[in-house]
């Protein structure tokens, strides 16, 4: 019938948000937010997030400590070394049984490496040594040999049997001292250390000694790189992508149910105080100020320290401290000029109850108003979400941006050069807070037509 | 005149004002009969409209005094508490037509509007009041696709006979109309007279009928109660008052008409309406009146019986 001209005014809206720029680019913002929320938990399951970004070193071996993300790439002019993982598993190794039965293991990891710059770190993880008798340990023997043809004599290893072994090359107190460097990629890198990189196949041939017949061995090099995914690495190796990632649709969630859980209150109670006026009025009023006083960043931190830093917990005590909100006073008044108007008048005179009256005549001439202050109030709970990660109430449960920044600041992030990792959940956050921002004051404009010229 | 519908006994309504008390509506007393229609009339700020809102407790924060009786089919509904009123006599029993033309909720279609009612007190929604709403749609003579429409879609008129679907929705036996077609053009005024008079004869309604509008009045009216500062004056029966007005007012306003293709100009009354704050000692309308006797001045009159269901406060018909 005439739904079309009923709806014609939301259609104007629309079309009104259509014709400005802030508003489109908002809500492409927004909706690339969004997109990364939903598509986040198809990409990797929370439970399944949660166990890598706690998982240490166990999960993260095979990426680099601190590392730049590749886009990092595109401000050098040399390239950079990324990641090399070398392991017997896929690359083979030969098994010559002695005459004393003696299983003498050999495998040759070689790789490529055609960078000018020298890993970031070394490392070697002995996966599997099987041996049933302690008397016969096995020995693995480790050589490097550089392009050039110089070989180098590493540690002797005797694995413990069935925990993966580590051996971090780099950290080779033994030969440092022995090669008589301070750095010892220089020197397994480079014919004279501090002289430039050797570019060519480099190869550290292991040979493994084992004594009983069903005793074997497996190893992997991991020659870190200095780049790593999009977003680069913290000091414990984790991507920082991943909480990037999964802060999304957290942040985002956070932010939505906080506006929600505050924007549905106050409109009620201040319904209630102007409808019923008198002392309920004046309760409401003096609850509304003195929440205003409640310093509400500090009760919010001792929850966090002292209670539980769980996330929903903070967001529960953020709406319940938001209830009495000062937002109450503004619709108070709203409804004290409206509820004068003659069609209320003739709503009680058609026995319209009270209730009826406050939700179906009063409250829903304020939605119009609503809209704008949902989206603007939805960054403003996100960033409180990162202030309070920020000052380290994380949740462990949860990857959120603040506690990246977090992170980042008690590692020294900006102090090593590391600023990637303080400006990609800052960059995050800012386009939230830009993208909702933008969003948000055209729909103001559009539902308040008296902000309309300015 | 076969049963008794409304029987309003020494009502009074007192506002409290900054300058002080405002007598608008001052012992009031009148009888209405089922199918009756009284016509209120008077000048601006003479209590016409308090008498509506008294009559169904619709009165504002400054009240200062509400006292009388109300007799609804027998009982007093001045005692009725707040909530029994709500559920037994608003709109069910006495719906009231609001004056001026933003009494609809603006957010809500006018379908919606309309049925209202119909949830607030029979619990009845969706297509069965939506049917509903269609007879009444036809029968005040709005087109039915304008149901889905909100109120600012409609024009004055229109939304004026909205409010007066909804007055009849429940087919209450008495509707009060404040100021129906005040800010109305005359053609849009006809035709919701028409729409009145149609509503009187086939749902045996009761009207009464507040205007400062005599030739309105005399369309629909069955009785006529003339109000002047919160008092009515005379009432009578529609057919005695428009010939022979007793009440010198009464006069003055039937002479003030304007009549088409007629040497006679219209009389003003000179002197402004009394202050309702200070009530004069005597007969309010003394200062006014061409017919003024002494004892007007100084002793208020009471109400005279001059048969024909006709009562009037004047001296003159002691």
């Known amino acids: ?454 | 005149m076969d049963n008794l519908l409304l029987q309003v006994k020494n009502l009074q309504l007192y506002y409290q004002t900054e300058q002080g008390v405002v007598r608008a509506v001052d012992q009031i007393n009148f009888d209405l009969h089922s199918t009756q229609a009284l016509a209120v009339l008077g000048e601006s700020g003479c209590g016409k409209s308090s008498i509506a809102r008294a009559l169904i407790r619709l009165i504002p924060r400054n009240t200062k005094l509400y006292t009388g009786q109300i007799w609804w089919r027998g009982s007093d509904i001045m005692t009725y508490s707040e909530e029994k009123l709500r559920r037994e006599i608003r709109w069910s029993q006495i719906s009231i037509v609001m004056p001026g033309t933003n009494s609809l909720n603006p957010v809500l279609r006018v379908a919606e509007q309309i049925s209202e009612p119909l949830q607030v007190h029979r619990g009845i929604s969706g297509t069965a009041a939506l049917e509903q709403t269609a007879k009444l749609f036809q029968l005040i003579g709005i087109p039915a696709n304008f149901m889905q429409r909100y109120a600012h879609e409609l024009s004055g008129g229109m939304r004026q006979r909205v409010g007066l679907a909804m007055a009849l929705i429940l087919n209450p036996p008495l509707i009060i109309m404040d100021e129906p077609t005040s800010a109305l053009d005359v053609l849009t005024q006809a035709n919701i007279m028409n729409t009145l008079k149609r509503v009187k004869h086939e749902q045996n309604t009761a009207f009464i009928f507040i205007t400062h509008d005599i030739a309105t009045a005399s369309e629909l009216a069955d009785r006529v109660a003339i109000m002047y500062a919160g008092q009515i004056v005379e009432i009578s029966n529609a057919e005695n008052f428009f010939t022979t007005p007793l009440h010198p007012y009464s006069q003055a306003l039937i002479a003030s008409v304007p009549k088409l293709r007629s040497e006679q100009e219209p009389q003003g009354i000179s002197g402004a309406p009394p202050n309702l704050l200070n009530p004069l000692p005597g007969c309010s309308f003394a200062p006014r009146c061409n017919q003024r006797l002494d004892k007007c001045n100084n002793q208020p009159p009471p109400s005279f019986d001059q048969g024909k269901n006709c009562q009037v406060k004047c001296w003159l018909y002691q």
């Open chain 1, 1 to 454: 019938m005439n739904d079309k001209n009923a709806m014609n005014e939301f259609y104007i809206s629309l079309r009104q948000i259509k014709k400005s720029p802030a508003a489109i680019s908002g809500l492409m913002i927004v909706g690339c937010l969004c997109t990364i929320a939903i598509l986040a938990p198809f990409s990797i399951s929370h439970v399944e997030a949660i166990r890598l970004w706690r998982g240490g070193e166990n999960v993260w071996i095979d990426s680099p400590k601190n590392a730049r993300p590749s886009w990092f790439q595109y401000f050098y002019s040399a390239q950079l070394p990324t990641t090399l993982v070398l392991d017997t598993r896929q690359i083979g190794k030969k098994i010559t049984i002695q005459q004393d039965g003696t299983r003498i293991i050999t495998a040759k990891l070689q790789f490529e490496f055609p960078y000018t710059q020298t890993p970031s770190e070394l490392g070697l993880v002995i996966l599997t040594s099987k041996y049933q008798n302690k008397s016969a340990e096995s020995l693995i023997m480790l050589q490097w040999k550089k392009p050039n043809g110089q070989i180098i004599q590493l540690a002797d290893r005797t694995p413990i049997p069935e925990v993966p072994d580590r051996y971090w090359i780099s950290a080779d107190e033994a030969l440092r001292q022995q090669l008589q460097v301070s750095n010892i990629e220089d020197a397994l890198f480079s014919a004279v250390p501090g002289q430039g990189v050797l570019t060519g196949t480099y190869e550290l041939a292991i040979e493994g000694f084992v004594f009983e017949p069903n005793a074997d061995l497996d190893a992997k090099l991991i020659v870190y790189g200095k780049l790593h995914g999009w977003a680069g690495t913290d000091h414990l190796r984790r991507d920082l992508g991943l909480a990037l990632l999964w802060g999304t649709p957290m942040m985002l969630l956070f932010g939505f149910v906080g506006a929600i859980g505050t924007i549905l209150f106050s409109p009620i109670i201040a319904a209630f105080a102007a409808w019923y006026g008198g002392r309920i009025d004046t309760v409401i009023q003096r609850m509304v100020e003195i929440n205003a006083m409640l310093p509400k960043l500090v009760l919010l931190i001792i929850i966090g320290i002292f209670y539980s830093p769980n996330i929903w917990i903070i967001l529960l005590a953020i709406i319940v401290l938001n209830i009495f909100n000062l937002g109450i006073k503004s619709d108070r008044v709203f409804f004290l000029q409206l509820k004068e108007l003659p069609y209320i008048e003739a709503a009680r005179a058609y026995g319209a109850s009270d209730l009826r009256i406050i939700f179906r005549y009063l409250i829903p001439r304020l939605i119009p108003m609503l809209v704008p202050r949902f989206v603007i109030a939805v960054p403003s709970f996100v960033f409180l979400e990162a202030s309070l990660g920020m000052l380290g109430i994380n949740d462990p449960n949860s990857m959120s941006w603040g506690s990246l920044l977090n992170d980042a600041y008690e590692q020294g992030a900006l102090y090593n050069g590391q600023y990637y990792w303080v400006l990609e959940p800052t960059a995050c956050l800012m386009l939230t807070g830009i993208g909702f921002s933008l969003i948000g004051a055209t729909l103001d404009r559009i539902f308040n037509p008296r902000l309309r010229h300015i």
